[in-house]
């Protein structure tokens, strides 16, 4: 990361302690750490009004930058900013969205802070509006991403598993350079890797916020493939992580399983059709439920209403932004208040579910620019055979 | 899950809320859910003293199970208290270790709570001591474990990466039932199935928790394989999850590539020795901190302080319990105020680091029984040549 664009990003934060008046503001969690510093560590970034930033660091020992101040515990803090001269704070930012109840209350003490602010919902929006740098990473996964997808043709096999196909795609994501590790914001979100869905088993209902369900392989992680075989004319949908670079894109393809029924080209058509329908007037300025409401509108009109977006249990978005985590502001509701802004980077997935056959459907990923909406998961959108 | 073992878990949190004077305890978080119902919801369970316990479900909306009430929101909570002629809580225990401070605050206005106690330290001294479902799933991990680990030389090419081994044998764990997914305890634990250290990237300082470090491939998970290519006289650990089952084991190895040192056979004959020397000792009523000093004792009398669990930044622990999480209590440091009991299992994993060489030395885990300790993971123990 370039020190302009770190300054730039510290500035922001200190903008908002000067805006709520508020002394100071403590940043633990890794997604803030690395969006703030390009890198993780184990300690706390402690931000003030006009001051540079500190680097409290408990580890590792060898940590290089010229603001470090390495510490063995939190409760050291108070001590160490009397002895640099700064006046202790009264008024706290936390990322109480992410420190546990316990971790949070920890810190208080340590700090003996009467009252703490929420930073991390902050922070959630300013990193909706993506850097040139962050731009530039999100677009090489989507290329990365895209890379791996070709390969799925080749890598089925007649009478395989969603799962046996599953294993084969995560071995070339890896060694295409994908970082394993899936980041999400929020409870109820596990997840391994991605979700493939084949035929029945996307009509499942997970206790999870994702788009589409799917039983799993076991009652912890009740999400996603299940070792349903594939089989003619069933669909199959894939929704693996673009998690090639810290900053991540989202993107899910389908495949015909030898071959399928009319009405799932004509739904998947009508996903494409969404998406173009969306492409031509989206831009900065855009309310985000005008997006959601104009996917509705044309799935009405086609019928498809009891399929959108699963059957007995339907998610109620069909977007959300992308980053470090792969659940980001701004969510495409109804009711979403946010409008588009230059520089945002978003996933659409208008996904229908099709009982007897399977998911159909298409997700890519945007990035908000001033004219209008940039598709960077350039990949054969179409219904593929695999065979 | 049999009904019995559900009622006896339901019952031991019960006697907690009765000992310490408490109305009701809300449990959310996944680990717990599971070890409490033997299935994971979006929601609450929500125990007291007396009556059964009742789940408050969210998603999903055909959870089947005769304790269900379905609710949107916990703010729903204390009408449908109120309907089923329960009184409202007022000291009311949440597990504050896993939820966020937000997410915990939600809960105790929606409640009207004013005093809320840690029930997360509790269940996590509960779920140290399994029972004989749970100890017959980590047996059944550890032998798929086994299973995959006597693969690893066929996987082994002459120059490749850690990495690239890394990715074989990722492959062959999922195509073996691993479920993906690794759970661990707290911050700073991030990781992606599992750690692969050779040469000198073993003794790269990370800012996780783990044994031992390793700089990664990316900066924002700074843990384990680094692309290092695989040396002649060099060795290499694998350390990667026993997530064969929901209850997990832990087990390391390690291999020399080609040929090694004798430093790395005798370093690694002194990690075997420290084994054998606490199983000959070990059982009930032992205290953790004897089972640490007693390795430390032995490493010193053969005069490898220098390496012993790291060299520029080493942990301060050679183990810990494993289970749902992969790191449960007990742990083993210096200063551990546990002893073993019954129904406890333990991984040890004393290590060492040589510069110039990489990691040596084996993790096992072990089932503490009434007699003593029962290894587990029954795999080749002996520094295995990969050529």
Redesign the interface.
């Known amino acids: 990361m370039s020190n302009g664009e770190r300054n730039t990003k510290i500035e922001s934060i200190q903008n908002i302690l000067i805006d709520k008046h508020i002394d100071a503001c403590i940043i633990?969690s890794?997604?803030n750490q690395?969006w703030l510093c390009?890198?993780?560590?184990?300690?706390y970034i402690y931000i003030q009004p006009k001051d540079p930033a500190i680097l409290f660091v408990?580890?590792?020992?060898?940590l290089k930058d010229d603001r470090v101040v390495f510490l063995r515990k939190q409760e050291q803090i108070p001590e160490l900013l009397q002895k640099m001269k700064h006046t202790l704070p009264s008024r706290l930012m936390?990322e109480?969205?992410?420190?546990?109840?316990?971790?949070?209350?920890r810190l208080q003490r340590a700090l003996k802070i009467d009252e703490?602010v929420?930073v991390?919902s902050d922070l959630r929006n300013l990193r909706m509006i993506k850097t040139s740098e962050e731009l530039a990473q999100i677009k090489m996964s989507a290329e990365v991403h895209t890379e791996v997808y070709k390969k799925i043709p080749s890598l089925y096999k007649t009478r395989m598993t969603d799962?046996?196909l599953q294993?084969?795609i995560?071995?070339e994501m890896?060694?295409h350079?994908s970082?394993?590790?899936f980041r999400s914001f929020g409870?109820?979100m596990?997840?391994?890797?991605g979700s493939i869905l084949a035929g029945d088993n996307a009509q499942a209902?997970?206790?999870?916020?994702y788009a589409l369900?799917g039983e799993g392989?076991?009652?912890?992680?009740?999400l996603g493939a299940n070792g349903t075989i594939l089989k003619s004319d069933t669909t199959i949908m894939i929704d693996m992580a673009g998690n090639y670079?810290?900053y991540m894109d989202d993107m899910s393809r389908t495949f015909a399983i030898e071959q399928a029924p009319d009405i799932a080209y004509f739904a998947h058509e009508i996903s494409i059709t969404i998406h173009n329908t969306i492409k031509a007037f989206a831009k900065p300025g855009t309310p985000c439920s005008d997006i959601y409401n104009t996917a509705l509108e044309i799935v009405k009109e086609n019928n498809l209403e009891a399929y959108f977006m699963g059957t007995?249990?339907q998610a109620k978005f069909i977007g959300h932004g992308v980053g470090?985590e792969i659940n980001e502001p701004p969510v495409f509701t109804p009711r979403s208040k946010e409008t588009l802004e230059a520089g945002m980077t978003i996933a659409l997935e208008p996904k229908f579910v099709l009982p007897g056959i399977g998911p159909v459907g298409i997700e890519n990923t945007y990035i908000v620019n001033e004219n209008g909406l940039e598709n960077i998961t350039l990949c054969e959108e179409e219904l593929i055979t695999l065979k």
């Open positions: 633990s890794s997604v690395f390009g890198f993780i560590f184990d300690g408990k580890r590792p020992f060898n936390m109480t969205d992410y420190l546990s109840y316990n971790a949070t209350v703490i929420n991390s799962l046996e294993i084969e995560e071995r890896r060694l350079g970082i394993g590790i409870e109820n596990d997840i391994f890797m209902a997970s206790p999870f916020d369900g392989i076991t009652p912890i992680l009740p670079r810290p007995d249990q470090l």
